[in-house]
């Protein structure tokens, strides 16, 4: 079956911009999840959403980024105003119930963020 | 809180030579750990997974075994091929938190180049 898809799979954009990178999650899976690679800080959680709502935005690292997701699906993850240490990979995941830990998370290629 | 640490690389090794990857955490609950791959240009992959003691987790000719003694979910393999040449990231799940057990926390992963 179809696996975790992410779009862009790269994405080149000047300090200041917005962006917007898009998450399709595995068909049927309830939780959705977005990380954050980078080189300096390896790999961060940012937020985890159950359904359409978001029990923990503890990881997102300012008031420019946000996320949400519609109909237990799709989900888009935003920044406002880019700067350079935004700069990264952003893996999405999803997972089939969420809340146990038993539970396997499933992680798309990523979208490569890249501002200059 | 959770973390985890994992030997750090880069890792060189000849085809068919054994490999070991060491893994150990700190929980405040009782994880799930898990073993993950990323190919060059390629996303995060599950490798294995173990969710309880004495567990042991095997896929592609990799084993790790859930040490709640030591702590450790040490990666094995008994002979390695040019393929398997990636970087592997360990991680948990924990069943503490304040509830957060869907959050995964991983280690720095480790470069392994597998020459023939």
Known sequence: GAGVSQSPSNKVTEKGK??????????????????????????????????????????LPSDRFSAERTGGSVSTLTIQRTQQEDSAVYLCASSLLGRIRTDTQYFGPGTRLTVL | ????????????????????????????????????????????QLLLKATKADDKGSNKGFEATYRKETTSFHLEKGSVQVSDSAVY?????????????????????TLLTVNP
Not at chain 2, 24 to 44: D, I, K, M, N, R
Not at chain 2, 93 to 105: E, F, H, Q, V, W
Request: include cysteine.
């Open chain 1, 18 to 59: 917005d962006v917007e990178l898009r998450c399709d999650p595995i068909s049927g899976h309830t939780a959705l999840y977005w990380y954050r690679q980078s080189l300096g800080q390896g790999l961060e959680f940012l937020i985890y959403f159950q359904g359409n709502s978001a029990p923990d935005k503890s990881g």
């Open chain 2, 1 to 44: 809180g959770d973390s985890v640490t994992q030997m750090e690389g880069p890792v060189t090794l000849s085809e068919e030579a054994f490999l070991t990857i060491n893994c150990t955490y700190t929980a405040t609950g009782y994880p799930s750990l898990f073993w993950y791959v990323q190919y060059p240009g390629e996303g995060l």
């Open chain 2, 89 to 109: 990231f360990c991680a948990l799940s924990d069943s503490n938190s304040g509830g957060s057990n869907y959050k995964l926390t991983f280690g720095k992963g």
